[in-house]
Nanobody, 122 residues
Framework: QVQLVESGGGLVQAGGSLRLSCAAS????????TGWFRQAPEKEREFVAA????????RYADSVKGRFTISRDNAKNTVYLQMNSLKPEDTAVYYC???????????????WGQGTQVTVSS
């Protein structure tokens, strides 16, 4: 069974940086759009960023534009989210998933993984 594994979260002060990683066991990422989502306490899961399968197209939520960068290394079957200038409102559990397009119009392709917790202190 395919499983998504997110890692790299942690506790960081406002203004700091973290890099999240997303890997899939049992699936090759290289031909799928991959995106990051996040869910803060008592809030719905929201879109953060997405990248096309060869990395030529990226899309970001307005709230993270200019601060977060999504990238991928298909040779390592891993997608990354570099998060800079972190703010307390970025605190959430971060998840990755795959889709057929960067707008996730058909929804995520796989069951959600466990996610990785990001906590930004003020």
């Amino acid at each position: 069974q395919v499983q998504l594994v997110e890692s790299g979260g942690g506790l960081v002060q406002a203004g700091g940086s973290l890099r999240l990683s997303c890997a899939a066991s049992g699936r090759t990422f290289s031909r799928y759009v991959t995106g990051w989502f996040r869910q803060a306490p008592e809030k719905e899961r929201e879109f953060v960023a997405a990248i096309s399968w060869i990395g030529a197209i990226t899309r970001y939520a307005d709230s993270v534009k200019g601060r977060f960068t999504i990238s991928r290394d298909n040779a390592k079957n891993t997608v990354y989210l570099q998060m800079n200038s972190l703010k307390p409102e970025d605190t959430a559990v971060y998840y990755c998933n795959t889709a057929t397009n960067t707008y996730f119009t058909s929804g995520p392709s796989l069951p959600w993984g466990q996610g990785t917790q990001v906590t930004v202190s003020s």
